[in-house]
């Protein structure tokens, strides 16, 4: 972390809850957003299987070809002509798989082949038109269905359903188990549901025929790597494609996977020497806009009759779909939070990677660290209950104590700070936990069942890429890092272009309080371009926005440009006013000699210097105030299955709540919600305090309501927000938030990730809240979503959720 | 919206509409605020050749008051819009089961713009009005080319989305009669606030003499393919004083002779239990309106 009196020559705005300046034009409908560019496009429909598995035996367009108003057609045969295979990350099994399926389909609503026309509507009433012969084959859709040992396979080539089946061990497990007085286990299974973000998947290619060269505009979240994946997979070189991403509405992950619909959108501008444009529809987002999956976690806690944790061993199935770019992916970074908040020595892990007929994987906020969270989380009340402790208590003996910090996980993962028990200490304060226990056995006798849950959890940030690869060897990415540049124009204004991109954080707004404190001006004088162009942008690898990133590396890179920019700002100035730099202070747009208040020089004045009388300017000095800078997270180790860091920020936080349980009707009610967070310094509380909301609330649709149900013949059967149900903000809770600022020493600015904390930690919280009002009736809690009809189930027959 | 090619009329008047209807009808809808019939369109579930939108026309959209004789009732147009039923000082002071009811059909967007008409014509197997209908006895005024005619609530609803209307009839008013008696209460099981109802429970009762039950009428929606008069619990009911065990034990007849159905939101056997929880439920809230 930096000294933030030589970083910031004001302090009027980094801290501040500034109002997000990027609000009014979206709520006004003047955003930038793909389907707003305007251009005389083309339109894109895409075919898509109706059958989970099957083999596809003939396609006939001839009918859809010849419709009026159609431009062109692709296949998917046609496609696998034409492109590269799609890489897989984690995996280790071989999974050939196209972006566009060729001889096989694996999910219901893989893209089969695609028709442009002159509008949209032309182009869905053609794909009527085209003719598939299908061969049905045996769908695999559940977990223990592509383990049965005469499962159909998705891949032959590999021989398995199973691609990725890696154990890791650290620390002396063995021992833990000898030690232990008790070994509490427990099978949890966590259904599958996902991000639904305002704007669906949306893209715009051109085709350039002269050079043979294509620009895409698409709300992509992972620009650096898709500008890869895109190149390898059409097999063009880097200076053929050129990708622009304008304003995206929402991602959380899922916009990462938008590439291989790129990869078919140029083949077809390519065909039709116009631009073709594609924008999701919700139902088609549905099907195959990406899951997370769903999963089935065997977990073992070894423990001493005191409470004391000894080892944490976990067999981890993912039913990650069909999707072999990202497969794999749930269960290695776990090891983010393998052990939560918890000083567990010893720890193994069994992480495998299923592959079945259910729709693409990939990641959404927290991969697989809800998950983990939750299980974690479930299994310390099932733990306190055997021991007969307050699930409060248990938690404070297990915790990592603020003296240990920075703490380092038997796996390698390094916790950078943070006071674990004096978060939970002040949520129950917050919550007034001893009251509501009160208040729980009163309403007991009246027959009204409230339930009090607790959940303490880990939020890392900033993926080390690397970690993907502890399966396969040396990776393509390692480590993290986002590139910047600053520059100060003729008018002596501040503009930044950064290498991620926004999905609705209000990345511009907190750049330009960064910059503001940094040069002594105010926001409204810094503008940020929320656009990335990959020509243009100053992008890695690694640019885009995902893993909590930008308040790390993303802010890092633009300290580092606005350095270099104020650095040189300085010596033009110092050169101007003939002054030594070190007597040199900013102040409201002006460079002034704190020796000599007289002598100053407003930016305005240097810009025109470094811009137009640049023979005034210091010697050997290059004119012009642009400077670029990456910035790199200092923390990631190298790729090593011993030692590795899969992530680089450690926020924490504890959920405190309370429910009410209609044990007729198996409806949930929130009494109280409280979250106390810590991520470090924030540099803007107003948005750190909305993500913390949205975030809990996408939680609390995954344990009350969103499910993606498949039948067993693998139809997805929640197509419209009316099956996929996303909380709305009728039932919600009226949140109360705590906040604690242990200041991450390894960032620039001490901050740490802030986004997913409220998806991770409000599962566990939940469902322990719940479990905790059946308790009455002696009902467990194992699985996920707390549906009514479960609820009310298992107080009448099962006695388990 | 990608729906598939329709023409779409306006009609600004019944006759033109009934006009366009009987020229069309097999192929196609009547419009009357969209809040179902868009969905299904921008699905591409419905494929009507011609749209007809009733918005044009006037005359359609009143909640007064009649009197017919001794007899006083409520006439709604087929148009009037579920906020307008819910804000209505009228129906809030003589008819409250209306409101009380349109208040809780899916959100504000929908309550703006979905039509008490259209809910009953389109007869959604879980719309909320239907219920609220059935339990008042209202009547249905289905406007023709051969005329007008009146369908008690009762016999309008005849499966999935089918109703007693002939492809050639509009439904243009819904008549509720009054009475000073009448305690009523509406309440739906449902996953959020906006959802269709996993079961919705509509009763209006009448006391007698001695805390007994003179007079009840139940609909019930959400449970098979059609809204439905409850009859063979009503008549378990009347008559009796009406506690927890009386109700409890006639509870069973809600679904009677009823093929619950069963889907990813409940399966039959938990709709079923709903509706015996939330029938209860509803009686003991209308004995205390």
Same mark, same amino acid.
């Given at each position: 972390?930096?000294? *933030? ?50 083999? &596809? ?66 182009? !869905? ?63 949890? +299974? ?54 622009? &991403? ?44 990406? +899951? ?100 409060? !208590?248990?938690? *404070? ?88 540049? &600053? ?52 992008? %890695? ?8 990133? *930008? ?115 198996? !409806? ?52 419209? *927000? ?13 949140? !109360? ?46 699985? %996920? ?17 | ?289």
């Amino acid at each position: 972390m930096m000294d *933030f009196d030589q970083l910031f020559v004001t302090r009027n705005w980094v801290g501040k809850p500034v109002r997000r300046n990027e609000d009014v034009r979206f709520v006004k409908g003047e955003g930038r957003y793909v389907d707003d560019l305007a251009m005389d496009c083309a339109q894109v429909a895409i075919l898509r299987s109706i059958f989970a598995h099957a083999r &596809v035996k003939r396609i006939d367009v001839s009918r859809a070809a010849a419709m009026k108003g159609v431009l062109a057609v692709v296949t998917g045969p046609e496609v696998a002509g034409q492109t590269k295979p799609i890489a897989p990350r984690a995996i280790t099994k071989p999974a050939t798989q196209f972006v566009m399926a060729s001889e096989k389909v694996r999910y219901v609503g893989e893209p089969i082949a695609a028709v442009v026309a002159e509008d949209r509507y032309l182009a !869905e009433d053609a794909l009527d038109l085209i003719d598939v012969d299908y061969e049905p084959l045996p769908a695999v859709v559940r977990i223990e269905d592509a383990l049965r040992a005469d499962a159909p396979l998705l891949f032959d080539e590999a021989a398995s359903n199973v691609l990725l089946d890696d154990t890791l061990e650290h620390g002396d497990i063995k021992r833990a188990y000898q030690e232990a007085d008790l070994v509490i286990k427990e099978k949890f +299974h966590v259904h599958r549901y996902s991000s639904t973000p305002l704007e669906n998947w949306a893209m715009i290619a051109r085709h350039d025929k002269a050079s043979d060269s294509f620009v895409v505009w698409a709300n992509d979240q992972q620009p650096g790597r898709s500008v890869v994946n895109v190149c390898n997979t059409l097999q063009i070189p880097t200076n053929r494609f050129r990708l622009i &991403v304008p304003d995206s509405g929402g991602g959380f992950g899922i916009k990462l996977a938008i590439w291989p619909y790129m990869v078919i959108l140029c083949l077809l501008a390519k065909k039709v020497n116009k631009p073709v444009k594609w924008i999701q529809t919700r139902r088609e987002h549905l099907l195959g806009g990406t +899951h997370a999956p769903d999963c089935q976690v065997e977990l073992e806690l070894p423990m001493k009759k005191d409470g004391t944790i000894l080892g944490l061993s976990m067999k981890d199935y993912e039913n990650d779909g069909s999707f072999v770019h990202t497969a794999g992916i749930y269960g290695l970074i776990k090891f983010a939070t393998l052990v939560g908040c918890y000083n567990i020595k010893a720890t193994r892990a069994q992480m495998l990677s299923i592959a079945t007929n259910k729709g693409p994987t990939v990641q959404n906020r927290g991969v697989g660290k809800p998950t983990m969270i939750f299980v974690l989380e479930r299994a310390m009340d099932i733990a306190a209950k055997q021991l007969g402790l307050d699930p409060a !208590e248990i938690r *404070f003996r297990n915790f990592v104590q603020p003296e240990q910090m920075p703490y380092t996980t038997p796996s390698g993962e390094i916790y950078e700070s943070g006071n674990y028990p004096e978060c939970l200490r002040k949520a129950l304060a917050l919550s007034h936990y001893e009251e509501l226990k009160k208040q729980q056995a009163e309403m007991r006798k009246q027959g009204r069942y409230l339930g009090i849950g607790i959940s303490a959890g880990i939020e890392p940030g900033t993926s080390n890429l690397g970690y993907y690869y502890t399966s396969r060897g040396i990776p393509e990415y390692t480590g993290n890092a986002e590139g910047a540049i &600053v520059g100060i124009d003729y008018d002596g204004n501040a503009n930044v272009i950064v290498g991620s991109v926004d999905t609705g954080q209000g990345h511009a707004t907190t750049i330009a309080q960064v910059v503001s404190d940094m040069l002594g001006i105010s926001p409204e004088r810094v503008s940020v371009d929320n656009q990335l162009d990959s020509l243009i942008s100053p992008f %890695l690898g690694h640019s885009g926005a995902y893993s909590n990133k *930008f308040n790390d590396v993303d802010l890092g890179a633009v300290i580092r440009a606005t350095e270099k920019i104020r650095n040189k700002m300085l010596t033009i100035a110092a050169h101007a006013l003939q002054s030594d730099v070190a007597d040199l202070k900013l102040n409201n747009g002006t460079i002034y000699s704190a020796k000599d208040n007289s002598k100053k020089v407003s930016f305005r004045e240097i810009a025109a210097l470094a811009y137009k009388k640049i023979l005034y300017l210091p010697e050997g000095l290059e004119p012009g105030l642009k400077e670029i800078a990456y910035y790199k997270n200092p923390m990631a180790k190298l790729p090593n299955k011993e030692n590795f860091n899969v992530q680089l920020t450690h926020s924490n936080s504890v959920h405190v709540v309370a429910v009410e349980v209609d044990v007729e009707t198996g !409806e949930i009610a929130f009494r109280k919600y409280v979250i106390v967070h810590d991520c470090g310094n924030q540099v803007n509380p107003a948005i750190v305090d909305g993500m913390t909301i949205g975030s809990t609330v996408h939680g609390i649709g995954g344990v009350l309501l969103e499910e993606f149900v498949y039948d067993e013949d693998g139809q997805l059967l929640t197509t419209t *927000f009316m099956d996929y149900m996303k909380p709305v903000a009728a039932g919600l809770p009226q949140f !109360e938030l705590g906040h604690m600022y242990s200041p991450c020493p390894y960032t620039l600015l001490g901050t740490k990730s802030a986004g997913e904390g409220g998806a991770i930690g409000s599962l566990a919280a939940v469902a322990n809240a719940v479990e905790d009002a059946l308790s009455p009736f002696g009902v467990k809690v194992t699985s %996920l979503p707390l549906s009514p009809e479960k609820v009310v189930r298992a107080i009448r027959e099962t006695k388990v959720i | 919206m990608i729906p598939p090619q329709f023409e779409y009329f306006r009609p600004a008047s019944l006759p033109e509409a009934l006009a366009l209807l009987s020229t069309y009808a097999d192929d196609a809808k009547v419009l009357a605020g969209g809040q179902s019939l868009i969905s299904l369109l921008k699905l591409r579930l419905a494929n009507p050749k011609y749209l007809i939108d009733l918005g044009g026309i006037g005359g359609l959209n009143y909640i007064r008051k009649e009197t017919d004789g001794q007899a006083e009732r409520i006439a709604m147009g087929a148009m009037t819009t579920y906020a307008e039923i819910k804000g209505s000082s009228l129906l809030q002071s003589r008819c409250p089961l209306l409101p009380q009811t349109a208040s809780v059909v899916g959100d504000v967007q929908v309550r703006n713009l979905g039509t008490l008409g259209g809910s009953l014509a389109h007869a959604d197997p879980a719309g909320d009005m239907p219920a609220a209908i059935l339990a008042l006895g209202a009547e249905l005024k289905a406007v023709g080319p051969k005329g007008e005619r009146w369908i008690k609530a009762e016999d309008f609803f005849l499966g999935f989305y089918a109703t007693a209307l002939s492809p050639h009839e509009i439904l243009t008013e819904i008549r509720v009669p009054l009475s000073a008696k009448r305690k009523s209460a509406y309440i739906k099981a449902a996953r959020r606030p906006s959802d269709f109802a996993l079961v919705g429970i509509a009763v209006c009762l009448e006391a007698g003499q001695g805390g007994t039950c003179e007079r009840i009428a139940v609909g019930v929606t959400g449970v098979t393919d059609k809204p439905y008069r409850a009859k063979s619990l009503e008549a378990k009911l009347k008559g009796k004083k009406l506690d927890r065990e009386t109700i409890e034990a006639a509870a069973p007849a809600v679904t009677e002779g009823v093929d619950v159905i069963g889907n990813i939101h409940a399966s039959a056997d938990f709709r079923s239990h709903l509706a015996r929880v939330y029938l209860y439920r509803t009686i003991q809230a209308a004995s205390q309106s």
